[in-house]
């Protein structure tokens, strides 16, 4: 079936640490985005791809880094620098073939502890 | 910058009733606009995307309206079912980065 994956679903980190959120997409989409997603509020982008090996900072990159050396893959990584990363990690992309509709993964919670 | 507004924030209704969510948006100047679907701890769920050129789109109960010159957009839900119950967003995709700019979303609750 074709979609996006993102893994884990679930991931703690200790303080200090960094931590690789994986996305995968089957769905020949040149673009690819990172959003972050707090308790009762919307979404804010924190890194965007329009084609690979290019990626752009959003709203929030801070304490965060990606890398985008395959369409197919574009995974997160939450340094010890982001002061505050609990959260809901969402990953989507889009592709002008289907009409620009964004398509999300599942999403990965990352709690510190 | 873009800015995407929603409200209300959350709406309980009974069930069979048709209701209306509103977003509007500060820079005209978007690509398309799209509505999504989110249930507790789980991604989102595309459920129509209105391209600037469009004035609505319409799929099974749902109805998506949008006005770019008044920079305003309306989902109508007919016949509400409890599995309505979720968050609704809706997001813009728009500037020189075609940036997608979300609003904060309604929490929607149908009642049995």
């Keep these: ?113 | 910058k873009q800015e995407v507004t929603q409200i209300p924030a959350a709406l309980s209704v009974p069930e069979g009733e048709n209701l209306v969510l509103n977003c509007s948006f500060t820079d005209s100047a978007i690509y398309n606009l799209q509505w999504f679907r989110q249930d507790p701890g789980k991604g989102l769920t595309s459920l129509l995307l209105i391209q600037s050129s469009q004035r609505e789109q319409t799929s099974g109960r749902l109805n998506a309206s949008l006005d770019k010159s008044s920079g305003r957009s309306t989902l109508y839900i007919a016949a509400s079912q409890p599995g309505d119950s979720a968050t609704y967003l809706c997001a813009v995709l728009g500037g020189s980065a075609r940036q997608l700019t979300f609003g904060s979303g309604t929490q929607l609750t149908v009642l049995p």
């Excluded at chain 1, 009762?40 to 929030?60: A, E, H, T």
């Design chain 1, 1 to 113: 079936d074709g979609g996006i994956t993102q893994s884990p679903k679930y991931l703690f980190r200790k303080e200090g640490q960094n931590v690789t959120l994986s996305c995968e997409q089957n769905l020949n989409h040149d673009a690819m985005y990172w959003y972050r997603q707090d308790p009762g509020q919307g979404l804010r982008l924190i890194y965007y791809s329009q084609i690979v090996n290019d990626f752009q900072k959003g709203d929030i990159a801070e304490g965060y880094s990606v890398s985008r050396e395959k369409k197919e893959s574009f995974p997160l990584t939450v340094t010890s620098a982001q002061k505050n990363p609990t959260a809901f990690y969402l990953c989507a992309s889009s592709g002008q073939h289907s009409g620009n509709t964004i398509y999300f993964g599942e999403g990965s919670w990352l709690t510190v502890v």
